[in-house]
């Protein structure tokens, strides 16, 4: 007897960046039925504190819909007493307003939140008392949930060691606990892609070697330190390129054409491409991809840089260390401008990082992701 169908009720407020990146990766690869309830990438602190009362709305009326057409169930998923088998949400939905806002329509669903970051680490700029809610909406999210899951094990770590320090900010009441709460129902899994585009780029390499900052400009990437480094090997006469392949937001506009004008005619890219396709092929046309980011939970667009045959350059810090080799990870700036001009001076071969990225292809992780849902299902009341 073949296995019942599946239905997943997928909920993504901010429906872009990697995000975007790994729904659109797995979700087609488990070859289940599913809703997407999304929402555009933008302002994502008001996605953190509304898209619970949006996809509430919008989920009690697929539901009602579901079942005036299906007054006795689903003949062909025998066993289901609902729409939707489980509850896919990633870290921006506050999935215990969501959870009491839907009520029935979700009753008895298993749920499963996904952390591509959490909030209790986010370096924040200016720290006031309302980015308070954000963190703690993270916890009441893990609390709210059968299961979580995380894309390294140092975001996962991280949120355990910070959230009862969190928790005694409070002027009273420290519940007690949330750390083991949260870690019996926690596992990893790592973010797939899917590597198709990076296999099918051309690879049309220039004269000199191109290195590639593949992030987008906001502050927690650190693209002034990337500049800074580049801007000096530049100074020394050194000829390399330079491609800058991140979005940029309206605050940060100006401050980005003007730092990608201080590199010149080594500048042969500066902006978000136009085009998967495109984005693939600048990849696969460069030697070398740095990060500098002062905040980071997994990094996808530098296993995507890997892929696309970079040798990569990341801090020794954050989720790295999990992820890359020593090799790959440098201490401080100035190590990193020493790598580089090695780099730029002895032009690193083709397909350096390949190896590496291929432990998190969707084709590597798929049996992961059937694994856990098989054990949401299982929870379903």
Same mark, same amino acid.
């Given at each position: ?18 995000? #975007? ?84 329509a979700v009753a ?16 924040? #700029? ?65 973010? /797939? ?16 070697? #191109?290195?590639?900052? /593949?992030? #987008? ?66 990849l696969a046309s460069?030697?070398?991809?740095v990060s500098t ?10 296993? +995507? ?36 001009? +090695? ?23 798929? /049996? ?14």
């Amino acid at each position: 007897m073949s296995a019942p169908a599946r239905r997943l009720l997928v909920l993504e407020p901010y429906f872009g960046g990697s995000h #975007r990146a790994v729904l659109e990766c797995l979700l087609p690869a488990l070859g289940w039925e599913y809703d997407l309830l999304s929402l555009p990438p933008r302002k994502w602190k008001w996605r953190m504190r509304g898209s619970a009362i949006t996809f509430a709305s919008e989920t009690r009326r697929l539901d009602s819909d579901w079942r005036a057409a299906h007054p006795h169930g689903e003949p062909a998923r025998v066993g289901a007493r609902g729409r939707w088998d489980a509850v896919f949400a990633s870290t921006f939905v506050n999935l215990a307003e969501f959870r009491g806002l839907a009520g029935e329509a979700v009753a008895g669903v298993p749920t499963a939140m996904y952390f591509h970051e959490n909030q209790l680490v986010y370096p924040n #700029r200016h720290i006031a008392e309302w980015d308070l809610q954000f963190p703690l909406t993270n916890v009441t999210s893990a609390l709210a949930a059968d299961e979580c899951w995380w894309n390294t094990q140092w975001n996962l770590e991280r949120f355990l060691e910070e959230v009862d320090p969190f928790i005694r900010q409070f002027p009273d009441h420290h519940p007690r606990g949330l750390a083991e709460a949260v870690a019996e129902r926690s596992s990893v899994l790592h973010p /797939p892609f899917d590597p198709d585009p990076f296999d099918a780029a051309l690879v049309q390499r220039g004269s000199y070697c #191109r290195i590639v900052w /593949p992030h #987008r400009w906001e502050h927690d990437k650190d693209p002034e330190t990337f500049f800074r480094v580049v801007s000096g090997l530049a100074d020394e006469g050194l000829d390399f390129e330079v491609a800058v392949a991140g979005q940029a937001f309206l605050e940060t506009a100006e401050s980005f054409v003007s730092a990608g004008r201080s590199l010149g005619d080594r500048l042969v890219h500066l902006g978000e491409p136009e085009s998967r396709e495109a984005y693939a092929a600048l990849l696969a046309s460069s030697d070398v991809a740095v990060s500098t980011a002062v905040n980071e939970f997994f990094g996808l667009a530098m296993i +995507e840089a890997s892929a696309a045959g970079c040798m990569p350059l990341v801090p020794d810090r954050l989720a790295y260390p999990e992820l890359y080799p020593v090799a790959m990870r440098y201490e401080s700036p100035e190590a990193l401008a020493a790598r580089l001009r +090695e780099l730029i001076e002895r032009r690193p071969a083709p397909g350096q990082g390949r190896a590496l990225a291929a432990r998190y292809t969707i084709d590597a992780l798929l /049996p992961e992701y059937r694994t856990a849902f098989e054990r949401l299902f299982a929870l379903a009341r």
